[in-house]
């Protein structure tokens, strides 16, 4: 993929498609719920398809309904059928990491597999956990293929969050729907809610809160015959707003994107660094806020975040960096070690992309410095197959002075296969 400099501003609306985080939630907890579940505006990504074609091996029927709705045929927590074969997971941890959690509560065995990025990444970290709670799950040197010999009950537990992960939590409180007793998860790191929020929102007997950040669960129906509207991602929306950064005169909005707090770091430390942008609370998707925001051409500064900060923008670190490169001033992006543990070495990944276009980038322990005041030159940019590395070098190839290349562009279609066609719509 080459990609030219922008030669004028950016306008125009982007309704990004449904968030990827929310779209795998509504697919296994509509699954796992007894009626339909109606579900509008699913994200469009390989990701989520993972997640669907896994459901659909172990029995769950999904059917497309008008306006590209999807229906979910629910079969409840009693209703999963042995996989004839093993479930591949592609390039998608939540898928994983959340079925795990599922598959540990079947009285039936399943393996997990993946791709060679996927099977990389370190699975213990649920794994571990979940044994606790008497799943019996094999692991090979911590990764996947992840075998698992179900068994029901399982054991209900207090568990604190190791490692800032939602993916963590959202596994053990789904597997607490199959154990005896309460599940209780402490998320000191205010990792992203969607789960206990679809939780919720399907009637399962699920609090959160009380004195410390912590979210509890205990068996009991799902009940669905609802209908939820996916919100747009903020994660892919990002780009856009980042985009209308830095192309001078820019101005686009973007339409109906998840407001979640856990989830807007992004767009804090944007307006922290001087950015224009202003998202406008507009209403409620099943339980989760929404709104539109306007993004405009801004001059930015540098900015320090600390790790607290990381898990609300943790998907958004490799774009923040971009924007952070070319700001005046210098910027330091604290904690990031969970970085190294993505799709690829994303803290890594950035910092190469960074010093291909030309600008000062460095790894400092878990910390990512940027010398900042870059003006980026074109270049050939290695993506790792790192869909999110893509679209942040292709948001900095607009505004290089020269052509950019892009290995392997196509793994934007991961989280966001309409990318580069929505971004050529911008185009004055
Ligand atoms: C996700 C959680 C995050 C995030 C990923 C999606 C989720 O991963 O990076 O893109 O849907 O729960 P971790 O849980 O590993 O931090």
Redesign the pocket.
């Known amino acids: 993929m080459k990609i030219r400099p922008a030669w004028g501003p950016l306008c125009g609306q982007v309704a990004v498609l449904g968030d990827?985080?929310?779209s795998?939630?509504a697919l296994i907890l509509g699954a796992l719920s007894e009626g339909t579940l109606q579900v509008a505006n699913l994200s469009d990504g390989a990701?989520v398809a993972s997640t669907r074609s896994c459901l659909q091996e172990l029995g769950v029927r999904f059917e497309e309904s008008g306006g590209g709705e999807l229906r979910v045929e629910g079969v409840g927590l009693d209703g999963l059928k042995a996989p004839a074969s093993e479930l591949d997971c592609g390039n998608s941890?939540?898928t994983m990491?959340?079925l795990m959690g599922v598959l540990a509560g079947q009285p039936f065995d399943s393996v997990l597999i993946g791709d060679a990025s996927l099977s990389r990444?370190p699975m213990r970290?649920v794994g571990d956990p979940l044994s606790r709670m008497g799943a019996r799950i094999e692991l090979s040197d911590g990764k996947a293929p992840v075998r698992i010999r179900g068994r029901r009950p399982l054991s209900g537990f207090a568990h604190r969050l190791e490692?800032?992960?939602?993916?963590?939590?959202?596994a053990l409180l789904l597997a607490g729907l199959f154990a005896d007793g309460e599940t209780t998860i402490e998320d000191p790191f205010g990792?992203?809610d969607?789960?206990e929020r679809m939780l919720s929102f399907l009637g399962a007997k699920c609090k959160v809160g009380g004195g410390v950040r912590a979210a509890r669960i205990s068996s009991g129906a799902l009940k669905s015959g609802k209908r939820v509207t996916v919100p747009g991602d903020p994660?892919s929306a990002a780009f856009f707003a980042a985009a209308a950064a830095i192309v001078p005169g820019s101005s686009v909005s973007l339409k109906r994107v998840l407001l979640n707090p856990s989830r807007i770091g992004f767009y804090e430390v944007l307006r922290e660094m001087g950015g224009l942008v202003e998202p406008d609370h507009g209403g409620v998707h099943g339980r989760e806020p929404v709104g539109d925001i306007e993004a405009r051409a801004s001059s930015l500064r540098g900015v320090r975040v600390p790790a607290e900060a990381i898990?609300r923008l943790?998907?958004e670190i490799p774009l923040l960096a971009v924007l952070a490169a070319r700001a005046a001033g210098p910027s330091r992006f604290e904690g990031l070690a969970?970085l190294r543990?993505?799709?690829s070495d994303r803290l890594e990944g950035t910092r190469a992309m960074l010093e291909a276009f030309g600008a000062g980038a460095r790894i400092d322990g878990d910390a990512l410095v940027l010398e900042g005041g870059a003006a980026f030159k074109g270049a050939r940019i290695e993506t790792l197959g790192d869909h999110?590395l893509a679209m942040a070098a292709a948001v900095a190839a607009l505004a290089a002075d020269g052509e950019t290349e892009l290995s392997d562009a196509g793994c934007v279609g991961i989280?966001y296969p309409g990318f580069f066609g929505a971004l050529e719509g911008l185009r004055g």
């Open positions: 990827k985080s929310i795998h939630r990701d941890g939540t990491r959340l990444r970290r490692v800032p992960s939602a993916q963590v939590k959202s990792t992203r969607h789960t994660s898990p943790v998907d969970e543990l993505k799709e999110r989280s």
